[in-house]
T-cell receptor, first 116, second 114 residues
Framework: AQSVAQPEDQVNVAEGNPLTVKCTYSVSGNPYLFWYVQYPNRGLQFLLKYITGDNLVKGSYGFEAEFNKSQTSFHLKKPSALVSDSALYFC??????????????FGRGTQLTVWP | DTGVSQDPRHKITKRGQNVTFRCDPI?????LYWYRQTLGQGPEFLTY????????KSRLLSDRFSAERPKGSFSTLEIQRTEQGDSAMYLC????????????FGPGTRLTVL
């Protein structure tokens, strides 16, 4: 069965400091991994994805994520946080094979707060 | 705006009533998805279409729920005999047919069942 865990409900960081939002996953086959961000009263916005290739993927707004197959993790990172990064972040996974090719499995989300 | 659009944005209804939501995907996207999101949870998959064919349905999609995409363009999600437990944000997403592509989400329809 496919699943995603985001172990932290909240992450608080000072502006200018690096941030990490954690995600671990479970799939039967090879994973396709995604990060989305949700601002209040708005839909989910795509940040980045890992399909294959380099373990470090770069995405929108200066975010990046590192795929670690042995630890089944896909942590979201940013070297220097901005107050405007404060939002709800979701990690999602799809299995690259099997009958459930369409669906994404989401974690519960992590609320990131960056204070000035 | 060429993104995914959903209508209405908000719906308040009384228990037992039927409601219908509409989703207009990005025009060149063959795949369309419906998810449901409740407070404090991530989106949960409901169903998805490739063109007009409904290819997958979640067990969350009870007999009271039905979705259509009659011409492979817009889609509707109907909930019959609504219950208070149906109160949630209903999200629509679309993607091109290539397997590894990300899904693009609309703003959602927030349903409140009184």
């Amino acid at each position: 069965a496919q699943s995603v865990a985001q172990p932290e409900d909240q992450v608080n960081v000072a502006e200018g400091n690096p941030l990490t939002v954690k995600c671990t996953y479970s799939v039967s086959g090879n994973p396709y991994l995604f990060w989305y961000v949700q601002y209040p009263n708005r839909g989910l916005q795509f940040l980045l994805k890992y399909i294959t290739g380099d373990n470090l993927v770069k995405g929108s707004y200066g975010f990046e994520a590192e795929f670690n197959k042995s630890q089944t993790s896909f942590h979201l990172k940013k070297p220097s946080a901005l107050v405007s990064d404060s939002a709800l972040y979701f990690c999602a996974v799809r299995d690259s094979r099997g009958s459930t090719l369409g669906r994404l499995y989401f974690g519960r989300g992590t609320q990131l707060t960056v204070w000035p | 705006d060429t993104g995914v659009s959903q209508d209405p944005r908000h719906k308040i209804t009384k228990r037992g009533q039927n409601v219908t939501f509409r989703c207009d995907p990005i025009s060149e996207h063959n795949r369309l998805y419906w998810y449901r999101q409740t407070l404090g949870q991530g989106p949960e998959f409901l169903t998805y279409f490739q063109n007009e064919a409904q290819l997958e349905k979640s067990r969350l999609l009870s007999d009271r729920f039905s979705a259509e995409r009659p011409k492979g363009s817009f889609s509707t999600l109907e909930i019959q005999r609504t219950e208070q437990g149906d109160s949630a944000m209903y999200l629509c997403a679309s993607s091109p047919i290539r397997e590894a592509n990300e899904q693009f989400f609309g703003p959602g329809t927030r349903l409140t069942v009184l």
